[in-house]
């Protein structure tokens, strides 16, 4: 056990991957804090059992700030960040123990290894190469936020190193198990995203169009989607539609077309239709 490191996972309903998580991490680390957001499944009891300390706390919309949660429970002098369905592989643990004793950066830019549809992705924005993620850190090097994919900002001073990537040092991430399951985060993580950005961003009606053949191109052909086949043809086609998506929901919150502001001028326009009854 290297003493001195808290894993800190978020979790909700995962009590099919949470045991896989806590599993990696649990002979190598000082303690596990899960921060669960009122799960209705055997997400707890599992994560107990395991040995993980567990606080609750409400639903939030945005994950991430379940973390802020975790951390001021967390002890250790190094801190993990670990999402449920995510696992660290032995050659990944053992380099990380290493660096606590080198002293030489205060945080780590990881490589993860994305899985989707059953099977990694190797290129795209979603490879190993690319999608390096800051989650290993002395306390007090980063700054947590409760902002979408932004969530972890560096203090000023910090020594940051990025680990390169090798077969099995990296996160594992069983991201996406399907495209029903891709398609229900885009749903959420566009919705949160245009409310986090309210009133900040404007898009002219050409950046609908596009925007989204932009991101295919940067995906598919620019980070060499084309080489994971047809998985690599339905990430890079879904981002564009992920960023189309999100700038539609943009506009609709500011022109108070969302769904509470269309519901609110439906029952209007229903309301004058049916004064016509009462004439």
């Not at 830019?109 to 999608?131: A, C, K, V």
């Amino acid at each position: 056990m290297a003493a001195g490191i808290s894993v800190v996972i978020i979790t909700l309903n995962e009590e099919n991957n949470i045991a896989n998580a806590i599993t990696s991490v649990k002979s190598w680390v000082s303690e596990i804090i899960v921060v669960d957001m009122m799960s209705d499944d055997r997400t707890v009891e599992i994560a107990r059992a395991l040995g993980a300390r567990v606080f609750d706390t409400p639903r939030l919309f945005a994950f991430d700030g379940a973390r802020l949660v975790g951390l001021k429970h967390a002890t250790g002098d190094w801190i993990l960040l670990l999402d449920a369905d995510e696992v660290i592989p032995v050659k990944l643990a053992t380099k990380l123990v290493s660096l606590v004793s080198t002293g030489t950066s205060d945080a780590y830019w990881i490589p993860r290894l994305n899985y989707f549809s059953g099977e990694p992705m190797q290129h795209t924005q979603f490879g190993p190469i690319t999608d390096k993620q800051l989650r290993f850190y002395r306390a007090g090097a980063v700054r947590l936020t409760d902002v979408l994919h932004s969530h972890v900002q560096v203090e000023p001073g910090s020594r940051i190193a990025n680990l390169d990537y090798e077969r099995e040092v990296c996160i594992v991430h069983f991201n996406h198990t399907s495209s029903r399951h891709f398609i229900e985060k885009l749903n959420r993580y566009t919705t949160l995203t245009a409310t986090q950005r309210r009133g900040t961003q404007r898009y002219r009606d050409r950046s609908l169009v596009l925007v989204p053949f932009a991101v295919f191109f940067y995906q598919y052909v620019a980070r060499s989607g084309f080489r994971d086949g047809w998985r690599g043809f339905y990430y890079s086609f879904m981002m564009g539609v992920y960023r189309m998506t999100q700038n539609v929901k943009i506009r609709e919150i500011a022109s108070h077309c969302d769904d509470e502001g269309s519901r609110n001028k439906y029952r209007e326009i229903a309301r004058q239709i049916l004064l016509e009854y009462a004439e």
